[in-house]
Nanobody, 126 residues
Framework: VQLQASGGGLVQAGGSLRLSCAAS????????MGWFRQAPGKERGLIGG????????GYSDSDKGRFTISRDNAKNTVDLQMNSLKPEDTAVYYC????????????????????WGQGTQVTVSS
């Protein structure tokens, strides 16, 4: 499966962005889909994801209530809605797909995913 992330940009603190990940080459119905971010000098970390069954996972305490991941199997897309953005959310955001046989604990690290999008830059100004 090929993944294409879009929707990044420059936004002021407190603003919102909606990132979209479009899949091609296969249906996402049989994949666990995750969103990661990587700030300069930091490791790529999980924001959250949604399993092939539809259950969400992840979401740190700082992201809960601000970020929401949803999937549209008919459109073959997975979106990340980000509200109340903060300067520390500035990073490159990646979507990723992992085959459904992966157990939940593996999905919290990049190793739990088999396919990656190219990343989209999100910059939050103060």
């Amino acid at each position: 499966v090929q993944l294409q992330a879009s929707g990044g940009g420059l936004v002021q603190a407190g603003g919102s962005l909606r990132l979209s990940c479009a899949a091609s080459g296969d249906t996402i119905k049989t994949y666990n889909m995750g969103w990661f971010r990587q700030a300069p000098g930091k490791e790529r970390g999980l924001i959250g994801g949604i399993r092939w069954s539809g259950n969400n996972y992840g979401y740190s305490d700082s992201d809960k209530g601000r970020f929401t991941i949803s999937r549209d199997n008919a459109k073959n897309t997975v979106d990340l809605q980000m509200n109340s953005l903060k300067p520390e959310d500035t990073a490159v955001y990646y979507c990723a797909a992992g085959t459904k046989r992966k157990i939940l604990s593996t999905l919290f690290t990049p190793g739990g995913y088999d396919y990656w999008g190219q990343g989209t830059q999100v910059t939050v100004s103060s």
